[in-house]
């Protein structure tokens, strides 16, 4: 007997120590980057109705946070208290952000005694947040040697998280920025693979492909409302209707899931049954969903791990089935579903509380979406598949197949002809251009010619043709090669072009000669500045990469209104006074029946 109640005291001392812990003071030194306050916290659940006036008067006992394992308490409607002792023992004043990375706390409160409470969390308007930041995150500034004790009441809809961590300004504006970037390139992307297979479903009105990419597009609003992106910058003012967004975006995406494995798997004839089951939870998750906007998003949170769970049961059963009746494309649905279900039954359980780390929670929303993308990869390919078996059995098919390219074949010739036009009228254009200077050829110079030569007889104005000679070029081709003489004519050609006047006409007749055409040439004296200017132009020396290149100019030049004379006679009067100036042995310019010019 009296060992009984030797024990029982002995009892009820270790309850009483458990249940009063020996506070212990979070010291600040100022050069701490991040901390984990777990090691200096202690607990206490009260119902959602308990008051800061009440906690501090002592009333109930506060537990170590260190005597648990995590700091994760699944679904609960009660009030999660937090005290925590803080003392700065640097030598000036710091600035530190309490953060808590459990981005679906609905309000946390921070209570100091002295000073008004501040709130944050998913719920709160972002306007009213104590800082702006899509987890709840708080500012606390302390001077140096001041002690001060934090209080903090947190309340979530959904699962109940409360890892805490304090970081300095530096250490966490780089942490938010980098963590902000990854999880805002995470939900883009699901957005944009969704977005585009609605895309697709608008173009081949497809109800499967409407979906997946309405999954795809849910799912991201749901991850969007759960990291908090979405009260952060797209809905920052929504407050408590914000958190409603996260349970309507993944019940509403598991009841598509749903609809879309239960049309490509079973049978309207052979597996009735169970598409009226499928039907059943698709229906519970529409219900779910429309309830999360209208009624307490609360129960819904609570009730989506239990969902997501038995509609992964049904559908690795309906796979499984698929498998033992070799549906096609069947086991890559399998392998996908697999993933899915490691995912969603990882995020499930640390919902629930059942799994003590943050790290897998995480990775289940990513390999989600990850085998999200192989099931869609599987299914076009399965339905590809089906759709070329369909075109081979079907006769109905083939003859529309038929008719279609023979559709296409008349389009396609249209489009020949078209081109072939295109390319004659193109080649029209080419016959009158020199294809390597880009100027016009001899063609088009004959053609400009007889138009020059009638105006010429119906004004007193003479008619100028200059030929221009580049001296010694054969020798600078055997010297330089092809390309540096190609250079060297398109160089002369644009020097040429240039120098023109907007009335003269300028064309290459081939090789080294090229040809202007004046009109309305008031004598030999405006002749002569008009090619002497030419000459000028085409004096400097050409510069190709490493070397300087010179090149010899004869011009001839020969004057003429008559109406007997054509392009022939023209050019060969003013080859005539070239050649006399070229066999001077000085380059310059040389009228037809007169002496070269100096």
């Known amino acids: 007997m009296v060992f009984a109640l030797c024990s029982l005291l002995l009892l009820s001392w270790a309850c009483w120590t458990v249940a009063q812990p020996e506070s212990r003071v979070l010291q600040l030194q100022g050069s701490e980057q991040t901390l984990d306050l777990q090691p200096w916290l202690e607990l206490r659940r009260t119902d959602a109705q308990?008051?800061?006036?009440?906690?501090?008067?002592?009333?109930?006992?506060?537990?170590?946070?260190?005597?648990?394992?995590?700091?994760?308490?699944?679904?609960?409607?009660?009030?999660?208290?937090?005290?925590?002792?803080?003392?700065?023992?640097?030598?000036?004043?710091?600035?530190?952000?309490?953060?808590?990375?459990?981005?679906?706390?609905?309000?946390?409160?921070?209570?100091?005694?002295?000073?008004?409470?501040?709130?944050?969390?998913?719920?709160?308007?972002?306007?009213?947040?104590?800082?702006?930041?899509?987890?709840?995150?708080?500012?606390?500034?302390?001077?140096p040697g001041e002690q001060a004790t934090l209080y903090l009441r947190a309340e979530s809809?959904?699962?109940?998280?409360?890892?805490?961590?304090?970081?300095?300004?530096?250490?966490f504006a780089s942490h938010s920025v980098s963590s902000t970037a990854m999880v805002a390139l995470y939900c883009g992307l699901l957005l944009g693979l969704g977005l585009y297979h609605l895309l697709v479903a608008g173009v081949l009105r497809d109800q499967n492909y409407l979906l997946y990419g309405s999954h795809l597009v849910l799912f991201a609003l749901g991850v969007v409302a759960f990291s908090g992106l979405g009260a952060r910058y797209l809905w920052p003012e929504a407050g408590e209707w914000g958190t409603r967004l996260l349970p309507f975006g993944l019940t509403a995406a598991n009841g598509c899931a749903l609809l879309l494995l239960r049309n490509l798997f079973l049978d309207r004839t052979q597996a009735s049954t169970w598409r009226v089951l499928f039907d059943v939870l698709a229906i519970i998750s529409v219900v779910l969903a429309l309830?999360?906007?209208?009624?307490?998003?609360?129960?819904?949170?609570?009730?989506?791990?239990?969902?997501?769970?038995?509609?992964?049961?049904?559908a690795a059963i309906c796979l499984v089935r698929a498998v033992r009746l070799r549906l096609p494309s069947a086991r890559p649905f399998l392998l996908g579903a697999v993933l899915i279900a490691s995912g969603i039954g990882l995020f499930a359980l640390r919902a629930t509380g059942l799994v003590p780390t943050y790290l897998l929670a995480d990775l289940a929303i990513q390999s989600c979406s990850a085998a999200s993308m192989l099931v869609i990869s599987m299914a076009l390919a399965w339905r590809t598949h089906s759709q070329n078996r369909a075109q081979l059995d079907a006769g109905d098919v083939q003859i529309k197949r038929l008719t279609n390219a023979q559709e296409q074949t008349q389009q396609q010739l249209q489009e020949a002809t078209r081109q072939r036009n295109e390319a004659n009228l193109k080649l029209q254009n080419a016959a009158l251009e020199d294809p390597l200077t880009g100027i016009p050829n001899r063609a088009a110079l004959d053609r400009h010619i007889n138009h020059a030569l009638r105006r010429s007889r119906r004004r007193p104005a003479p008619l100028a043709v200059m030929l221009v000679d580049l001296d010694g070029f054969r020798q600078l081709h055997d010297q330089l090669g092809d390309d540096t003489e190609d250079k060297i004519l398109c160089v002369i050609a644009q020097r040429l072009?240039?120098?023109?006047?907007?009335?003269?006409?300028?064309?290459?007749?081939?090789?080294?000669?090229?040809?202007?055409?004046?009109?309305?040439?008031?004598?030999?004296?405006?002749?002569?500045?008009?090619?002497?200017?030419?000459?000028?132009?085409?004096?400097?020396?050409?510069?190709?990469?490493?070397?300087?290149?010179?090149?010899?100019?004869?011009?001839?030049?020969?004057?003429?209104?008559?109406?007997?004379?054509?392009?022939?006679?023209?050019?060969?009067?003013?080859?005539?006074?070239?050649?006399?100036?070229?066999?001077?042995?000085?380059?310059?310019?040389?009228?037809?029946?007169?002496?070269?010019?100096?």
């Open 497 to 598: 072009s240039s120098t023109a006047r907007e009335t003269d006409f300028v064309a290459r007749l081939g090789g080294d000669e090229f040809v202007l055409v004046a009109d309305d040439v008031a004598d030999s004296q405006q002749a002569q500045i008009i090619a002497e200017r030419l000459l000028d132009a085409l004096a400097p020396s050409i510069e190709l990469e490493d070397q300087s290149i010179s090149v010899g100019i004869n011009i001839g030049v020969t004057l003429s209104h008559a109406a007997d004379l054509d392009l022939p006679l023209l050019l060969r009067q003013a080859d005539s006074a070239r050649y006399s100036r070229k066999t001077s042995g000085r380059g310059g310019v040389s009228f037809h029946n007169s002496e070269p010019v100096a």
């Open 50 to 143: 308990t008051t800061f006036e009440q906690i501090l008067s002592g009333a109930g006992a506060w537990t170590a946070a260190s005597n648990y394992s995590n700091m994760h308490f699944g679904y609960s409607s009660d009030a999660l208290w937090m005290k925590i002792n803080v003392q700065s023992v640097a030598q000036q004043e710091t600035l530190w952000h309490l953060y808590f990375p459990y981005s679906s706390l609905s309000r946390v409160t921070l209570y100091r005694e002295g000073q008004p409470e501040r709130i944050s969390g998913l719920g709160v308007p972002l306007s009213e947040r104590d800082f702006p930041h899509r987890n709840a995150v708080f500012m606390l500034q302390m001077a």
């Open 157 to 171: 809809a959904g699962s109940l998280g409360v890892t805490s961590q304090l970081w300095s300004r530096s250490a």
């Open 291 to 314: 309830a999360s906007l209208f009624v307490s998003a609360s129960w819904v949170s609570r009730a989506i791990p239990w969902l997501a769970i038995t509609s992964t049961v049904f």
